[in-house]
């Protein structure tokens, strides 16, 4: 295919993606009523539920994510229909899901909870809090049964706590157990088509996250630290699913390896299941556990409806715990969706000079983002540890710049799972020169008032002057990364330095070096932050989340005002699921990085997708 050709193909494709937006956007508007009373009946404070059930758990309608938001219609290519039919995911807070459990364990009316773990969408950091929860529920003496009809090495990992698991008769619903894998894209040899440049300015060896512009294959050190990090989430993974299942790692490994876990045989073969049942089989099952004669008898309870019932801040307690829920890249752009560096700032210098709230929880979940608004959130989680008990928590992802946030709270709690460290920073510039001469046939002439002025125009590359400058610019940013984790964590430079470079770590191997104190959940650093601040009775106290979470109509409003029509938001609709997600994402990833940071060039980001089958 000819440069120009090609060019005329990537045009068309964005057209097209603009073209889907609009699309989108009309749907939005022909439905932004029914959307509006739909989340409105489903998210009211006094939910309707039966005085007594099975509480369900069904993962292909719900979502555990960070905090409890009012569901939206789900958006792939694939359920367009979503749109008239009003189908919801129910977002559920993992917190408000840990108190749900622990209340349905001493509620009378909750006879067992029924896990359906088909389609499971959550994080894997959340999905291991809220097994925890279902291990303790089960002490109460309850049954929790899962039930699934294609199991995945992840809906597996949650659906291994129960005390029956059981599966379809049918050989429609094949599972596909294969383990944890993550994806490395390399866009060089696209973009030397393209005639982009990208001027790749990092420190520390292990720093990845601009190599998929400048190579066709990764280095060794990232392929090193990525073999180790899937190894390592791997291990806590399969540990805790085979001995809740009474077999060895070695044998869920093997039969992993051998894809001999493909039908219903084999899962009752191997002990990953109890029994097979048929449709009547299941409704006979669930009838009897439930306590019913028929099976039109049992009564479900939706597990959002559970929270939404159940779960009740206590507003009469005049001392607060403060969770602070940094979620999202940290960008200097004010963004409801990411971390805003100014936004967070002033919601922490809020928490600090309230005098009801006695602990905060900084519950981190970024892979980062623009040193700068790092920068802004850290200073003000320092000023407040000088006149309250900060503690962290980490969700799925607490690395690079969201590691450089919470390194110095009194305490560090982390995921087995957690992606943490990447202490390391990196300058990424694209540059368009041979794309704008030599594919679009245009001339740039610059008018400059000093040699340097065009340094950032994106439209030459950079002289040696202006790279040794850039080079010392990332040097002294990580030497600054390197004495504030050796500051926050009680080490030495030395020490920090032999374990940053750039290289991300499991939490599981943070624990070991020293960056984390305790394997936990955020449940765990709320109870410790309760403790530090003189009481450990959680139930004591009024946990507040901050930023409050936005409603549906401010959701349909964001994509109203324009983030259906933005390419990031395109391509994560209409290729989601497919090959070219991925690609695609990465293309238009130094656009995000750059409008969002609102020019700064310098980041502390971590650039790993991981994906459990």
């Known amino acids: 295919m000819k440069k120009t050709e090609f060019f005329k193909w990537v045009l068309a494709v964005i057209c097209g993606l603009f073209v889907w937006g ?69 977002p559920v807070g993992v917190y408000d899901a840990v108190r749900a459990i622990h209340t349905a364990a001493a509620d009378p009316g909750v006879k067992l909870i029924l896990l359906k773990t088909d389609n499971i969408a959550s994080e894997l950091s959340n999905v291991s809090e809220v097994r925890k929860a279902l291990a303790d529920f089960r002490k109460s003496g309850k049954a929790v049964v899962a039930y699934g009809e294609a199991y995945t090495s992840g809906s597996y990992y949650l659906a291994s706590i129960a005390d029956k698991i059981y599966t379809t008769s049918h050989h429609g619903g094949n599972n596909f157990m294969l383990g944890l894998g993550g994806r490395m894209i390399f866009l060089k040899d696209l973009l030397d088509k393209l005639g982009v440049n990208y001027q790749l300015i990092r420190h520390g060896k292990y720093k990845s996250a601009g190599e998929m512009y400048i190579r066709n294959t990764p280095s060794p050190e990232n392929m090193e630290q990525n073999q180790v990090m899937i190894d390592s989430m791997w291990e806590s993974i399969a540990n805790e699913t085979a001995q809740a299942r009474g077999i060895s790692v070695d044998s869920l490994n093997y039969f992993i390896d051998n894809l001999s876990i493909n039908f219903p045989e084999d899962m009752t073969k191997h002990n990953l299941a109890d029994e097979i049942l048929t449709v009547e089989g299941y409704k006979e099952k669930m009838a009897v556990l439930a306590g019913k004669d028929k099976y039109k008898d049992v009564k479900f309870i939706p597990f959002k409806d559970y929270v939404t019932a159940k779960v009740k801040p206590n507003t009469a307690s005049k001392k607060k715990i403060a969770v602070i829920y940094a979620d999202g890249n940290i960008v200097e752009q004010e963004d409801p969706n990411n971390i805003s560096g100014d936004r967070f700032a002033n919601i922490i210098a809020k928490v600090r000079a309230d005098s009801t709230i006695k602990a905060v929880v900084l519950r981190v979940n970024s892979p980062g983002g623009t040193v700068l608004a790092a920068s802004k959130i850290k200073e003000e989680i320092d000023l407040t540890r ?31 799972t957690t992606l943490t460290g990447s202490i390391g920073c990196f300058s990424a510039i694209p540059e368009f020169s041979k794309t704008v001469k030599d594919i679009a046939k245009v001339n740039i002439v610059p008018v400059n008032s000093h040699k340097h002025s065009d340094m950032v125009s994106l439209m030459r590359p950079f002289n040696e002057e202006e790279t040794r400058m850039m080079q010392d610019y990332v040097d002294d940013i990580y030497t600054n990364f ?46 410790y932050a309760a403790s530090m601040a003189g009481d450990p009775d959680v139930a004591s106290w009024n946990v507040v989340g901050y930023p409050k979470p936005l409603t549906v109509m401010q959701q349909i409003m964001a994509q109203l005002g324009g983030k259906s029509t933005n390419p990031e938001e395109i391509v994560e609709n209409v290729l989601e699921g497919t090959p070219m997600e991925g690609i695609a994402k990465s293309l238009l990833d130094w656009k995000n990085t750059w409008t969002k940071g609102n020019g700064q060039l310098i980041f502390a980001r971590l650039p790993f997708e991981i994906e459990i089958r």
Request: net charge negative; aromatic share 6%.
């Open 22 to 90: 609009l699309v989108k956007a009309i749907f939005f508007i022909m439905m932004i009523g029914s959307l509006a009373s739909s989340a409105a009946s489903s998210s009211g404070s006094s939910a309707l539920i039966p005085k007594e059930g099975v509480l369900l758990m069904d993962m292909s309608k719900l979502i555990i994510t960070e905090q409890t938001t009012e569901g939206m219609p789900t958006m792939s290519l694939n359920s367009l229909s979503a749109l008239g039919s009003g189908s919801m995911i129910a």
């Open 386 to 416: 000088a006149v309250k008990p900060v503690v962290a928590s980490y969700g799925a992802y607490a690395a690079s710049g969201g590691y450089w946030i919470s390194n110095s709270c009194d305490h560090i709690f982390s995921g087995a």
């Open 482 to 527: 390197v004495n504030i984790v050796a500051e926050g964590r009680d080490m030495t430079f030395e020490a920090v330095d032999e374990i940053a470079q750039g290289r991300v770590w499991t939490g599981a191997d943070a624990l070991k070096i020293g960056l984390v104190d305790e394997i936990g959940t955020l449940e765990d650093a709320i109870t």
